[in-house]
């Protein structure tokens, strides 16, 4: 199951080798919520794995982004301890206005057929 979450980068990490096959890089998003009249503000980390690593390479603090993600989610056991973790893993950045969507980054251009092809060409809509 995927979400996504809208508000404006505040920290990108470098990206971390973590062994010799994997690696890793964070970022932080913060967006606010109208709560009961209250604003409340919140920082949330993401991180991207492997080939996404470079997905932030064209993105800066204070850009406005939609994060689209997964929840991951690992436990492990050491000296006795029972512990978990959760990533938000972050697979697709879209820029953003924050009025609006300027739509993804990484997007093909949209498709936009030449209006003379298509002469000739009945409209079989029914409405």
């Known amino acids: ?10 920290s990108i990490g470098e990206t ?11 970022f932080v998003v ?9 604003t409340i503000t919140n920082f949330v980390k993401f991180q991207t794995v492997q080939d ?19 929840i991951k989610g690992s436990k492990w056991e050491k000296n006795g301890q029972t512990n978990y973790i959760t990533n938000l893993d972050a697979w697709r950045i ?14 093909p251009p949209a498709f936009s057929p030449d209006p003379e092809s298509q002469q000739g060409i009945a409209d079989d809509l029914p409405f």
Do not use: W
């Open 1 to 10: 199951m995927g979400y996504d979450l809208t508000g404006k980068i505040v």
């Open 16 to 26: 971390v080798q973590r062994s010799a096959t994997f690696k890793t890089r964070e």
């Open 30 to 38: 913060e967006t606010n919520e109208d709560i009961n009249g209250r």
């Open 52 to 70: 996404r690593t470079n997905i932030l390479d064209r993105f800066k603090s204070g850009d406005g982004v939609k994060v689209l993600f997964n």
């Open 94 to 107: 879209e820029q953003v206005s924050m009025g609006g969507s300027a739509g993804p980054v990484d997007a």
